[in-house]
């Protein structure tokens, strides 16, 4: 593992529409650190394998495409083979496969480089399901950000919506529960906090008292 120690990380894990992303790039804005969306990195490959038209039960086929992807971040933005794809990976059906492809222990595994080379001064907030238990077991604060399921459908439609993405409410909640089961019962790195991780329940907070939770737990940690 090429980790370099010094660099504060703060992991923020959760289900989906949890409002980790917004919180993450608050909280990134605030401090002028960098940000990860690991959940954009499964995403952009899921979005890859539709447009290459591979099936996911194809590993090595997906394991080939993976090598012709090269990812960045910029800002809040991530770019493949500098193509800025932001929008294109943010719909339910690329969710939904990025949620089946993250069972596949080679795939977990030939992401955390990509994952771990976002560390950098002077600091990470790396936002997905496994950061505080698989891919910085070292960060420096762990938070693990929940909401309940009415809270986050309402969001994640919300999210949709202003994104002009056209989204049946019923559908998108039976969407949202399925990747839920998926992301926690799966064998390999399942969604579960660390044993470490502050456990935050977002779903009467807004963004900004979120983010004032996780400064003040920043501020105030003892390590
Ligand atoms: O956070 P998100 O909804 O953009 O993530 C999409 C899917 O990617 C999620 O359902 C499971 C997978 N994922 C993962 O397995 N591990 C991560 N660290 C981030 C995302």
Redesign the pocket.
Known sequence: MNIKNNIPIIAIDGP?ASGKGTVAFSLAKILGWSILD???I??SLAFFIIQNSISYTDINAILSLLKTLKFSFHSNNIHVNSLDITEKIRNEDV?KL??II?ENRIIRDSLLNIQRSCIQEPGLIAD????GTVVFPFASLKIFLTANIDIRVERRYKQLITSKVSVNISNLRSAIID?DLR?TQRVVSPLIPAYDAHILDSSYLTNDETVSVILDLWKNRHY
């Open positions: 989906t690991s959940g954009a499964y995403r969710g990025a949620s993250s997905g399901r496994d950061m990747r992301d």
